[in-house]
């Protein structure tokens, strides 16, 4: 199960799980769309993965379900990301 972040790990904005802008790779690293867009060009800086809209969980699931309050916050350091970014923006994610 999702654990639902809430927020970006990389400017920590806030993302709620009603938002339609949280992006999550296969590892559920969670990032905001404008990151995902503008900073990691669709890569994951932990896993060199592609990025997915994160589903909404449902309110009535909320109870039993809760979502993470858990922050990640880890700004993405540029100078390491560079090379990660290199080797995997030119491949689809469904290719690396």
Do not use: W
């Not at 654990?3 to 992006?23: F, K």
């Not at 109870?63 to 880890?74: A, F």
Request: charged share 25%.
């Amino acid at each position: 199960m999702l654990e639902i972040r809430p927020t970006c790990e990389n400017c920590n904005v806030s993302l709620p799980n009603t938002s339609n802008d949280a992006m999550i790779c296969t590892f559920e690293c969670t990032f905001c769309k404008d990151c995902v867009d503008t900073v990691l060009e669709n890569v994951c800086p932990n896993c060199g993965g592609g990025f997915e809209k994160r589903p909404i969980r449902p309110s009535g699931y909320l109870d039993k379900y809760p979502i993470s309050s858990k922050v990640m916050h880890k700004p993405v350091q540029q100078s390491v990301f560079k090379d990660i970014l290199q080797k995997f923006k030119s491949i689809k994610p469904n290719n690396r």
